[in-house]
């Protein structure tokens, strides 16, 4: 059965970096698009990032372009997001979830879910 499980998640301080993983248990990422999305809270869960199965297409919301870069290995069946110049309202939960091949706008088309990490942006 899909499983993704997220690590990295922490306290930070505004203007610091971290980095989320995302590692997947009982299939391969090769074939898979990973999404990354975050909840904040009294908020509704927003897409923060895409990558394509074949790393050929990447996507970035408005608010972490610059800041933010997806990166997969699939050699070791993790994706990853580097969170660089922090923002307290980057602090969320932040969860992986996967898709077959492409990237989707639709959270209920993702087939997998992780258990999500808390990201705390805060000085």
């Known amino acids: 059965q899909l499983q993704l499980v997220e690590s990295g998640g922490g306290l930070a301080q505004p203007g610091g970096s971290l980095r989320l993983s995302c590692a997947a248990s009982g299939f391969t990422l090769d074939y898979y698009a990973i999404g990354w999305f975050r909840q904040a809270p009294g908020k509704e869960r927003e897409g923060v990032s895409c990558?394509?199965?074949?790393?050929?297409?990447?996507y970035y919301t408005d608010s972490v372009k610059g800041r933010f870069t997806i990166s997969r290995d699939n050699a070791k069946n993790t994706v990853y997001l580097q969170m660089n110049s922090l923002k307290p309202e980057d602090t969320a939960v932040y969860y992986c979830?996967?898709?077959?091949?492409?990237?989707?706008?639709?959270?209920?088309?993702?087939?997998?879910w992780g258990q999500g990490t808390q990201v705390t942006v805060s000085s």
């Open positions: 979830a996967a898709r077959v091949a492409v990237c989707g706008s639709r959270r209920e088309s993702y087939d997998a």
């Open positions: 990558i394509r199965a074949n790393s050929g297409s990447i």
